[in-house]
């Protein structure tokens, strides 16, 4: 089921638990980099290559634009198969010595 | 050394540090993002997520920005302009070249001559390197063999200089092709730039390159002919033509086979952002 184009490493795991920890919502970059761990410079890229293979989509957040002090932010959600895909892969994570500490508290 | 060393750890250099990161940390995310390409996302998602982070946080955050817009931004510009300096240096050398000679074959007089299998690279190369106009390239099927980097940046550099170029892909019912990072490729950069077109079009069997005034029907696939390393060496043949009139009919005939029975791919790729 896992998509094998995405090589499995830690960073990816983490950033995996960190958006399945709410598969339905809206994630904000600096937000998702303190939930799982990764930082910025592992982070960003690997949003592209999901955003690439069609695991999540991208949008702008909507505002009021006169009130709004501050400009919009770019959030990411899980596509359908995004969750598939993530679900797949910490299936597949748990199974393997190698993360199995790593995903072990993720229920 | 030691005294560079010296120098980055005084206090004036620290102070100072601290003053522009600690104060002024926006001002200097704002001039880290310019590290990235102009229509890079991040450029905006950077300064948008700085509220965000704890002001105690914000200057080392802003340090780690400026890893990634060296490592990335700059690395991708870097990356890009070579790219691109080495196809204008491509364009403008190949005037006298053989492969200029495969497809302007007739700048005065018209010309129809056979084409053979073992020309399709050579010709699909140069059509993407000198095209000027337009570029249509009707093939049932495309594969990453063919559709590759070097394929991709070739497409880019011609859509940046403002050639119209189309490419329609499809054959019955069949969804093996194109395949999906072929189609991925395609389709985003068809949601990204105006002048391209990325359709498919059902029952289609024709395998058609036109490049400015020159049309080449071929029997292989144009954008699949490498697609099986295993296959061996096929007898394929094709038919060039350097008749201005009569390929600027069969390119009418040709785009609107895709405006009126095409499915745009880019459609499909929406969120993303079109380049004039």
Known sequence: MYDKSMRKTHSLIQVAMALMDDPGGRHWGYDLSKRSGVRSGVLYPTLQRMLDEGWARDGWEEQDGVRAKRPPRRYYELTDKGKAELGALLNEARRDARFRSLVGQFA | MGSVITQVIAWPTLLVSLLIFGFAPSAVLRMIVLAFRRDDPRRTELLAELPHVPRIERPFWVCEQLEVALFEGLAGRVAALITRKRHSRDRSTQEPGRAHMLLNVGDVLPVVRNVS????????????????????????????????????????????????????????????????????????????????????????????????????????????????????????????????????????????????????????????????
């Open chain 2, 117 to 276: 299998g073992f020309e399709y690279a050579d010709i699909l190369a140069e059509a993407l390197s000198t095209a000027r106009r337009r570029l249509l390239i009707i093939s049932p099927f495309a594969a990453k063999a063919v559709v590759n980097r070097d394929f991709m940046a070739r497409l880019k550099h011609g859509l940046r200089a403002g050639v119209e170029i189309t490419i329609a892909c499809g054959d019955g019912e069949d969804n093996s092709f194109p395949d999906k990072y072929t189609l991925r490729r395609l389709s985003k950069l068809a949601a990204r730039y105006e002048g391209f077109t990325f359709a498919r079009i059902k029952n289609l069997h024709a395998k058609i390159l036109i490049c400015d005034s020159t049309c080449v029907r071929a029997s292989d696939n144009w954008l699949a002919f490498r697609s099986d390393p295993d296959e061996s060496c096929r007898i394929e043949v094709g038919m060039l033509e350097f008749f201005t009139d009569r390929v600027d009919e069969r390119y009418a005939r040709y785009r609107s086979l895709v405006d009126d029975k095409g499915i745009s791919y880019a459609s499909q790729q929406a969120g993303c952002r079109r380049m004039p």
